[in-house]
Nanobody, 126 residues
Framework: VQLQASGGGLVQAGGSLRLSCAAS????????MGWFRQAPGMEREFVAA????????YSSDSVKGRFTASRDDAKNTVFLQMNSLKPENTAVYYC????????????????????WGRGTLVTVSS
């Protein structure tokens, strides 16, 4: 079972990026999926997540209105659309799967996620 994030890169402030997270080895269609990030010298923090049903999303206050999670279960892939990027958004971004299937609510605690994928670096220049 593997999650692989991709789509990171260097972008100017105000720009957009769309990250992808492809799952292999099993289907995650019954699991919520989350995005986290870790900046240099900082702890990992929650960014956004989407419910297993795909009809509920939640983003942290720092990115609300700019970042949105989505999913395509037919492709076993989740996405993070990032708009109006800021230099403080520079970090390695990771995707992960909720430990609990069919969870009714979105969880923001990284302790509730597993199958952490290899991250992708996003660098926002000023």
């Amino acid at each position: 079972v593997q999650l692989q994030a991709s789509g990171g890169g260097l972008v100017q402030a105000g720009g957009s990026l769309r990250l992808s997270c492809a799952a292999s080895g099993r289907s995650f269609s019954t699991y919520g999926m989350g995005w986290f990030r870790q900046a240099p010298g900082m702890e990992r923090e929650f960014v956004a997540a989407i419910s297993w049903t795909g009809d509920r999303t939640y983003s942290s206050d720092s990115v609300k209105g700019r970042f949105t999670a989505s999913r395509d279960d037919a492709k076993n892939t989740v996405f993070l659309q990032m708009n109006s990027l800021k230099p403080e958004n520079t970090a390695v971004y990771y995707c992960a799967a909720d430990k609990k299937a069919f969870r009714a609510l979105i969880t923001t605690s990284d302790n509730e996620y597993n199958y952490w994928g290899r991250g992708t670096l996003v660098t926002v220049s000023s």
